[in-house]
């Protein structure tokens, strides 16, 4: 079971800034983009429309991509990160999103954009960081191997061991969190450990955290561009090095 850091606050008492009413709380989408021209067609039609703003964040796609995005959302705002790594495409579409609500999905068809409104409501309800979750109960995949979900459970016991909580999927990518928590992140991270990343670096700021359950599905086309190994590695030096680094231990609430 997960245990929030901090007890997740009821929505009235100040979810989001004082001048930003509950229904008039804007979303802002973040989608990390790299020649997935195939797979568009299906994640932008499963976004909710009342969602305020689709930003698409393209690492140098030789595909149309960027082309079939417009197409189908002429309203989407396509930014264009020439630095390697998921991470640097999710920094880059999470600073600039102009919503007050943040929230980051894979492009690969894997999330379900219809989960948005969970994510959303978390963070009215109180939260201030939303981890979706393919092991929380009501979630699943049909994608992840034997290897990888070891792997996943190694990282949320080491989370746990060094920072006081304990997450039931530390490596997925569906998120959210309030823009105002944003820069207590400090994001620095331009690989595939910014998911790891940000859910550590919200325990150590304290952040209102708490989970939703989510169902992973195969990806739809193309090929994924994680490697286990390397990027597990890099997960795992990440993990210590944020236990190296000065600051209090979060303990769980």
Do not use: Q
């Amino acid at each position: 079971m997960f245990h929030p850091p901090v007890r997740l606050m009821p929505a009235e008492s100040g979810a989001l800034e004082e001048h930003v009413s509950l229904d008039r709380a804007t979303v802002s989408v973040i989608i990390p983009t790299l020649n997935e021209a195939g797979n568009l067609p299906y994640i932008l039609n499963t976004i909710p429309s009342w969602v305020d703003e689709i930003i698409l964040v393209d690492g140098r796609s030789d595909d149309d991509t960027r082309r079939i995005a417009e197409i189908l959302r002429p309203d989407v705002r396509i930014i264009h990160e020439f630095k390697k790594g998921k991470g640097a495409a999710m920094k880059a579409g999470l600073y600039a999103a102009r919503g007050d609500i943040l929230i980051a999905l894979d492009a690969d068809g894997s999330m379900d954009g219809g989960a948005i409104g969970k994510f959303r409501d978390a963070i009215l309800a109180g939260a201030d960081y939303v981890k979706g979750s393919r092991f929380a109960t009501g979630g699943g995949s049909s994608d992840i191997t034997k290897f990888r979900r070891l792997g996943d459970r190694g990282i949320c016991y080491l989370i746990w061991l060094f920072f006081g909580s304990l997450y039931s999927d530390a490596t997925y990518g569906y998120i959210a969190i309030r823009a105002t928590s944003l820069d207590a992140l400090n994001l620095d991270s331009d690989g595939f450990e910014i998911e790891t990343l940000i859910g550590i670096r919200a325990l150590r700021a304290r952040l209102n955290t708490t989970e939703v359950p989510c169902y992973e599905a195969s990806r739809i086309n193309g090929v994924s561009h994680l490697s286990v190994l390397h990027d597990g590695w890099r997960i795992f030096r990440t993990i210590v090095g944020e236990r190296m680094r000065r600051g209090h231990r979060v303990v769980a609430g």
